[in-house]
């Protein structure tokens, strides 16, 4: 296994965001966490990135554990989500040097050309962040995102602000990682058609607990509770939303 | 820790600088604007016969010098809050720069903009007062160590409380240093302040600094006396600061605060 979380549990206060959470990931593997607003799905992934302690668990990544041994995982690992920002001043080029110097890459323009041509930014490089596109931006943290060649790709709704000819172009590029460099990958969408194109098994979590593990129509003949030749993830979603406030 | 790491955050700073007016103004207009500003003043009180020469000289290289500690200080602080403003902070720490490095490369990067602040302004009062500090920042090295000892103390201290309470003490980036200067005895010596004051101007190393350069100027030698109690001064902080940081660091990890500041 390539991730193993295990009981991770984080305590904000009184407050449990999320409640002892396992799960594993094969290499190659996408995984899908789904799951309302508030499930846990970000602080599961800010958990297993290091910015946020748990409360109790363990994560261990690449048969290495987490709290030993930061450092070396996230020499292999890479996240980015479009609700984080880059330094708004600094043009598309400027950002992804830096990024190329934190992860000591060895032929910095050349892997930078050829992530922009990738996500088809080049003529933006010139452009200050603040002067891009919700769009735009999401692309040049896609850039960011494949910069090292992670083993391990953490990704938090990162087709949000894409429209769908570019949300296609960022599916087709981890699809190939994926295929080309077996990079394992850990995706939230609330798009769920999206989820079921591109994940092989989902966790779906709800008020920071797992309440499915599975394929795409495992979930989705597990809580409809019902034979299905399709998986129906949007039923799905609204069953458990619904459940719940009933 | 990595050099091209700590080379990262140097780069990512040097470019902010390039890019941001707000940076260049205080890493360059305000020691000038300070030094145009006491050097006026000095040439009044020449000219009118009211100070002694050695008195101008050493209100200008402390105008010099503070401009040079007080710029570290805030810069150590802005240069975090840049990353605050840009909310750029969960990119950098989900890539494996640790803590150390970090403020490693924010340290550096702060120190070269500093002495650029103060060898713009030690070239203004040479060239419009005749007042050359060159030579003598030798002699002032220990003290002028101390002093950037010192103002790394503060600025990491100022840094970490930024992390615990945000951006809501943004404020103290640019007041902090401001709140010693009354009682550092920049411009004015020890038994010039009032008895009460004395004890809390002796517990801050830039008083001794200060204190030390004045006695050297005054020919009255080297005090050993003042550079011992500013270095063990600076020691003793500069351990506080780093506790009380590496202890916020990991309460703002603890409490998840690390991807909400803002």
């Known amino acids: ?246 | 820790m990595k050099r091209h790491r700590i080379e990262a955050v140097m780069l990512r700073h040097f470019y902010e600088a390039r890019r941001n007016a707000d940076r260049i103004t205080d890493m360059v207009y305000w020691p000038v604007l300070d030094i145009i500003v006491w050097g006026f003043f000095t040439i009044y009180l020449t000219n009118s016969n009211r100070i002694r020469p050695d008195i101008v000289s050493f209100l200008l290289g402390a105008t010099i010098l503070w401009g040079l500690f007080f710029a570290f200080q805030r810069d150590m602080a802005v240069g975090f809050l840049d990353e605050l403003w840009s909310r750029n902070l969960i990119n950098l720490f989900s890539t494996p720069l640790g803590v150390s490095e970090y403020m490693t490369g924010l340290i550096l990067v702060n120190l070269l903009k500093a002495m650029v602040g103060m060898s713009a302004a030690a070239l203004i009062a040479w060239a419009a007062y005749s007042f050359n500090i060159f030579p003598l920042l030798l002699v002032f090295l220990p003290f002028i160590a101390s002093l950037i000892f010192f103002a790394l103390a503060l600025g990491v201290l100022v840094t970490g409380m930024i992390f615990r309470f945000t951006t809501r003490i943004q404020g103290l980036a640019w007041s902090f240093a401001g709140l010693l200067q009354p009682v550092s005895c920049v411009f004015y010596p020890l038994k010039s302040l009032p008895r009460g004051l004395r004890a809390v101007a002796w517990m801050l190393p830039t008083t001794h600094a200060f204190e030390g350069m004045r006695q050297l100027l005054g020919g009255q030698g080297f005090s050993l006396r003042h550079l011992g109690w500013a270095m063990g001064l600076d020691a003793l902080y500069f351990c506080l600061a780093v506790l009380v940081f590496r202890r916020v660091f990991e309460s703002a990890r603890t409490r998840g605060l690390l991807v909400k500041l803002e």
Request: some cysteine; glycine content about 8%; aromatic content about 6%.
């Open chain 1, 1 to 246: 296994m390539l991730v193993e979380v295990e009981n991770l549990t984080k305590k904000f206060g009184a407050f449990t965001a999320v409640g002892g959470v396992s799960f594993s990931i094969r290499r190659g593997e996408i995984l899908g966490l789904l799951g309302p607003n508030g499930a846990g799905k970000t602080t599961t992934i800010h958990m297993i990135m290091g910015l946020v302690t748990p409360s109790a668990g363990e994560i261990r990544i690449f048969g290495l554990s987490l709290r030993d041994h930061r450092e070396q995982i996230l020499e292999r690992t890479n996240f980015t989500c479009p609700y984080v920002a880059f330094p708004y001043r600094l043009t598309v080029l400027e950002n992804l040097n830096v990024f190329a110097r934190l992860y000591g890459i060895a032929e910095p323009r050349r892997r930078i050309a050829a992530l922009m041509d990738r996500f088809r930014i080049g003529h933006l490089k010139d452009k200050p962040i603040s002067r891009l596109s919700s769009g735009e931006n999401t692309r040049v943290g896609m850039c960011k995102a494949l910069m090292n060649d992670p083993a391990l790709l953490l990704l938090d709704e990162p087709t949000a602000y894409l429209d769908p000819e570019t949300a296609w172009q960022v599916k087709e590029a981890l699809l190939e990682a994926r295929r080309d460099r077996g990079m394992t990958i850990l995706y939230t969408s609330h798009n769920l058609f999206e989820v079921e194109k591109m994940c092989d098994r989902i966790v779906f979590l709800h008020h920071g607990k797992v309440i499915a593990a599975g394929s795409p129509i495992e979930i989705t003949q597990s809580i409809l509770n019902e034979e299905r030749e399709e998986p129906a993830l949007e039923e799905v979603f609204m069953r458990v939303v619904r459940g719940a406030e009933a």
